[in-house]
C-alpha cells in the first residue's frame, strides 16, 4: 500500500503537546522560550504518561446498538442521531462523544507514549533500582500506545479475521518532528501484530510498585492481563485468552467479581451519588484500570437510551425464576420512555474557578475483572470445553442473581432458550448465546455491546420517531466507522467503504 499524507493525524499530532530538547530549532530557539516539558528525568517522563490514556470514551457506540431505542423527551444532537441511524457523523473533532473526537484523542494520547519512548534510550541510570523505573515506564508507555492504536483498530477497521487484509489505521511509533508527516492505514491484521508486539513487551516490564495510591488509574499488571484476555479473545486465539486470564483470576476468581447481592452494594441503591462511587471505585479489586472520559453517556438528559420496557424485560429474563437481578436498580429516568442504570458519576470540569460552563466527565472502567471472567468462560466454550465456561458462569452468576436457587445447568439454560426439543441448539450455542446475553446486561450504557455485535455480525433494528424502523444486518459496511473527513481530504488517507 503506498503511503499517504495527512494533515496531523494526532490532533496535529501533538494537540498543543510541547516537547522541548525534541523538536530541531535555529539558532534563535536554542533555549527554550517558554514552559515547555523538557523530557530531562524519568520523574518527568513518567509524570507525562498520564496524558498517554483517552479522555474520549468509547461508549457512544452504545446509540448504535441493540440496547437502545427512539427516546422522547431529551436533547438529541445532530451526531447523537447520526450514530442511532448509523450514519457517518459529521460533527467536528471537538465534540465529544464521536469518532472524530475518538480518533484525534485517542493519537493525542498515543503521541505522548511516543515522546516518552523517544528519550529513554538515552537516559543513563546509575543503579539498578533506576534500570527497574526504566523498565516500568517503558511498559507503560507500550501498553498505553498498544491499547490506544487497539481500540482504534476495532472502531475504525473491520473486526480481525485471520485472512484480515482490510485497511486498519496508522500505528504511530514516532513522534512527529515535521509539520506533516507521511502515514498509511495498515491492514488490520498488521496493526494487530503491532498491538501484540506492544502488549507483550509491556507485560514482560509492567511493575505496580511505582504507582502508590494512585496504581487503578495506570496499566498495572492486572490491567496489562486483563487487556491481553480481551485482546486474545478478539483475535480469537482463545488458547491465550484462557492463559493471561487464568494468570489474572488464579485460584479464587470471585473475587475479582463485584458482590452486587452483598450488603455493601444493596445500602449503597439508597443514594444515586454512592452507588456509583462504590461501582467505580479503585478500592474494588475487580476495577483493574479507571479512566476519565469527558462524555455525555452518563447523563440522563442527553442522547438515546434503553427504553423502560425493553430494560425491564432484559433484567427481569433469566434462568432463574423467582430471583431478581441486582443489576437492574438503582436507574435514572430518562426522558419520557427510558432508562439509565446508575453506573458512572456525573461529574463536571469548569472551565475556570468561577465559571458555569466546561465539560462533564466521569471515571469509566476501561478492564474488570467481569469482563476478564466472561472472556474466559467465552473462550471456554469455543474450545468445547464446556465444564470450565459453566463453572466460570456459576461465579459469576451467583453474586448478580438474588433470592432463589441460581445454580446454572444445562437443563435449566435448555429451558431458558426453548431449545429442549431442538438438538440442533447445542449446549456449545446454548453457552455461547447465554454469555453474550450476560455481556449485554452486565456492560449496559458501558460500550462494549457494540464489539460484540461486531464479533458476531448481530443484526440491529431501531424504531424511528415515525414509527418506522431501519436496519443494521450483519454484514453491512456502516459497522466500520468512517475515519475523520480532515485526514480522508487533507491527509490523503483512503476512506472505508460505503
Same mark, same amino acid.
Given at each position: 500500500?503506498?503511503?499517504q499524507?495527512?494533515?496531523?493525524? *494526532?490532533?496535529?499530532?501533538?494537540?498543543?503537546?510541547?516537547?522541548?530538547?525534541?523538536?530541531? &530549532? %535555529?539558532?534563535? =530557539?536554542?533555549?527554550?522560550?517558554? #514552559?515547555?516539558?523538557?523530557?530531562?528525568?524519568?520523574?518527568?517522563?513518567? +509524570?507525562?504518561?498520564?496524558?498517554?490514556?483517552?479522555?474520549?470514551?468509547?461508549?457512544?457506540?452504545?446509540?448504535?446498538?441493540?440496547?437502545?431505542?427512539?427516546?422522547?423527551?431529551?436533547?438529541?444532537?445532530?451526531?447523537?442521531? +447520526?450514530?442511532?441511524?448509523?450514519e457517518?457523523?459529521?460533527?467536528?473533532?471537538?465534540?465529544?462523544?464521536?469518532?472524530? @473526537?475518538?480518533?484525534?484523542? !485517542?493519537?493525542?494520547?498515543?503521541?505522548?507514549?511516543?515522546?516518552?519512548?523517544?528519550?529513554?534510550?538515552?537516559?543513563?541510570?546509575?543503579?539498578?533500582?533506576?534500570?527497574?523505573?526504566?523498565?516500568?515506564?517503558?511498559?507503560?508507555?507500550?501498553?498505553?500506545?498498544?491499547?490506544?492504536?487497539?481500540?482504534?483498530?476495532?472502531?475504525?477497521?473491520?473486526?480481525?479475521t485471520?485472512?484480515s487484509?482490510?485497511?486498519g489505521?496508522?500505528?504511530?511509533?514516532?513522534?512527529?518532528?515535521?509539520?506533516?508527516?507521511?502515514?498509511?492505514?495498515?491492514?488490520?491484521?498488521?496493526?494487530?501484530?503491532?498491538? *501484540?508486539?506492544? $502488549?507483550?513487551?509491556?507485560?514482560?516490564?509492567?511493575?505496580?510498585?511505582y504507582?502508590?495510591?494512585?496504581?487503578?488509574?495506570?496499566?498495572?499488571?492486572?490491567?496489562?492481563?486483563? @487487556?491481553?484476555?480481551?485482546?486474545?479473545?478478539?483475535?480469537?486465539?482463545?488458547?491465550? &485468552?484462557?492463559?493471561?486470564?487464568?494468570?489474572?483470576?488464579?485460584? /479464587?476468581?470471585?473475587?475479582?467479581?463485584?458482590?452486587?447481592?452483598?450488603?455493601?452494594?444493596?445500602?449503597?441503591?439508597?443514594?444515586? !451519588?454512592?452507588?456509583p462511587?462504590?461501582y467505580?471505585?479503585?478500592?474494588?479489586?475487580?476495577?483493574?484500570?479507571?479512566?476519565?472520559?469527558?462524555?455525555?453517556?452518563?447523563?440522563?438528559?442527553?442522547?438515546?437510551?434503553?427504553?423502560? %420496557?425493553?430494560?425491564?424485560? =432484559?433484567?427481569?429474563?433469566?434462568? @432463574?425464576?423467582?430471583?431478581?437481578?441486582?443489576?437492574?436498580?438503582?436507574?435514572f429516568?430518562?426522558?419520557?420512555?427510558?432508562?439509565?442504570?446508575?453506573?458512572?458519576?456525573?461529574?463536571? *470540569?469548569?472551565?475556570?474557578?468561577?465559571?458555569?460552563?466546561?465539560?462533564?466527565?466521569?471515571?469509566?472502567?476501561?478492564?474488570?475483572? *467481569?469482563?476478564?471472567?466472561?472472556?474466559?468462560?467465552?473462550?471456554?466454550?469455543?474450545?468445547?470445553?464446556?465444564?470450565?465456561?459453566?463453572? %466460570?458462569?456459576?461465579?459469576?452468576?451467583?453474586?448478580?442473581?438474588?433470592?432463589?436457587?441460581?445454580?446454572?445447568?444445562?437443563? #435449566?439454560l435448555?429451558?431458558?432458550?426453548?431449545?429442549?426439543?431442538?438438538?440442533?441448539?447445542?449446549?456449545?450455542?446454548?453457552l455461547? #448465546?447465554?454469555?453474550?446475553?450476560?455481556?449485554?446486561?452486565e456492560?449496559?450504557?458501558?460500550? $462494549?455491546?457494540?464489539?460484540?455485535?461486531?464479533?458476531?455480525?448481530?443484526?440491529v433494528?431501531?424504531?424511528?420517531s415515525?414509527?418506522? !424502523?431501519?436496519?443494521?444486518?450483519?454484514?453491512?459496511?456502516?459497522?466500520? $466507522?468512517?475515519?475523520?473527513?480532515?485526514?480522508?481530504?487533507?491527509?490523503?488517507l483512503?476512506? /472505508?467503504?460505503?
Amino acid at each position: 500500500m503506498k503511503k499517504q499524507r495527512r494533515y496531523r493525524l *494526532e490532533k496535529m499530532l501533538m494537540g498543543g503537546l510541547l516537547i522541548g530538547g525534541l523538536l530541531g &530549532c %535555529d539558532d534563535f =530557539l536554542d533555549e527554550v522560550p517558554d #514552559n515547555r516539558v523538557n523530557l530531562n528525568s524519568l520523574d518527568k517522563s513518567a +509524570q507525562l504518561l498520564t496524558n498517554a490514556y483517552s479522555v474520549a470514551s468509547p461508549a457512544f457506540t452504545e446509540w448504535m446498538t441493540d440496547n437502545v431505542g427512539f427516546t422522547t423527551g431529551v436533547t438529541i444532537r445532530q451526531s447523537q442521531e +447520526q450514530a442511532y441511524q448509523w450514519e457517518d457523523i459529521t460533527s467536528g473533532p471537538t465534540e465529544q462523544d464521536t469518532p472524530d @473526537f475518538f480518533w484525534y484523542e !485517542t493519537y493525542n494520547a498515543i503521541a505522548h507514549a511516543n515522546e516518552v519512548l523517544a528519550v529513554l534510550d538515552g537516559f543513563e541510570v546509575t543503579s539498578e533500582e533506576e534500570e527497574i523505573r526504566k523498565d516500568a515506564i517503558e511498559a507503560e508507555a507500550k501498553l498505553t500506545r498498544a491499547y490506544g492504536h487497539f481500540m482504534l483498530v476495532n472502531l475504525f477497521g473491520e473486526h480481525y479475521t485471520v485472512e484480515s487484509s482490510g485497511d486498519g489505521v496508522p500505528y504511530v511509533k514516532t513522534p512527529e518532528t515535521v509539520f506533516i508527516e507521511t502515514y498509511e492505514r495498515e491492514s488490520v491484521k498488521k496493526v494487530y501484530n503491532e498491538v *501484540e508486539d506492544d $502488549l507483550l513487551d509491556g507485560l514482560e516490564k509492567v511493575n505496580d510498585s511505582y504507582f502508590g495510591n494512585s496504581g487503578k488509574y495506570h496499566f498495572n499488571t492486572n490491567a496489562a492481563l486483563a @487487556f491481553a484476555s480481551r485482546f486474545y479473545l478478539y483475535k480469537g486465539d482463545v488458547t491465550r &485468552c484462557i492463559q493471561y486470564s487464568t494468570e489474572l483470576l488464579g485460584a /479464587n476468581p470471585g473475587s475479582f467479581i463485584r458482590d452486587l447481592t452483598s450488603e455493601e452494594f444493596q445500602n449503597a441503591k439508597s443514594s444515586i !451519588t454512592g452507588y456509583p462511587q462504590l461501582y467505580t471505585s479503585p478500592d474494588l479489586p475487580g476495577n483493574f484500570l479507571l479512566m476519565r472520559k469527558i462524555s455525555l453517556v452518563q447523563r440522563p438528559d442527553f442522547a438515546h437510551g434503553p427504553l423502560s %420496557d425493553f430494560y425491564s424485560d =432484559l433484567f427481569a429474563a433469566s434462568p @432463574f425464576p423467582g430471583t431478581t437481578d441486582e443489576r437492574e436498580n438503582p436507574a435514572f429516568v430518562k426522558g419520557d420512555n427510558a432508562l439509565l442504570p446508575v453506573r458512572f458519576q456525573n461529574l463536571f *470540569e469548569r472551565s475556570s474557578l468561577n465559571s458555569n460552563v466546561g465539560l462533564p466527565y466521569h471515571i469509566a472502567i476501561s478492564f474488570s475483572g *467481569e469482563e476478564v471472567l466472561l472472556n474466559r468462560a467465552e473462550a471456554y466454550t469455543i474450545q468445547n470445553d464446556l465444564n470450565g465456561a459453566l463453572a %466460570d458462569l456459576n461465579v459469576f452468576v451467583a453474586r448478580r442473581y438474588s433470592g432463589g436457587n441460581t445454580t446454572l445447568t444445562f437443563e #435449566n439454560l435448555r429451558a431458558f432458550f426453548g431449545a429442549n426439543n431442538d438438538p440442533t441448539f447445542t449446549d456449545q450455542l446454548i453457552l455461547l #448465546n447465554y454469555i453474550l446475553f450476560e455481556r449485554r446486561k452486565e456492560f449496559i450504557i458501558q460500550g $462494549l455491546r457494540w464489539f460484540d455485535i461486531k464479533r458476531y455480525g448481530i443484526s440491529v433494528t431501531h424504531e424511528l420517531s415515525d414509527g418506522s !424502523t431501519i436496519s443494521l444486518s450483519g454484514d453491512d459496511l456502516r459497522r466500520v $466507522l468512517q475515519i475523520p473527513q480532515s485526514a480522508i481530504e487533507v491527509g490523503g488517507l483512503e476512506p /472505508n467503504e460505503r
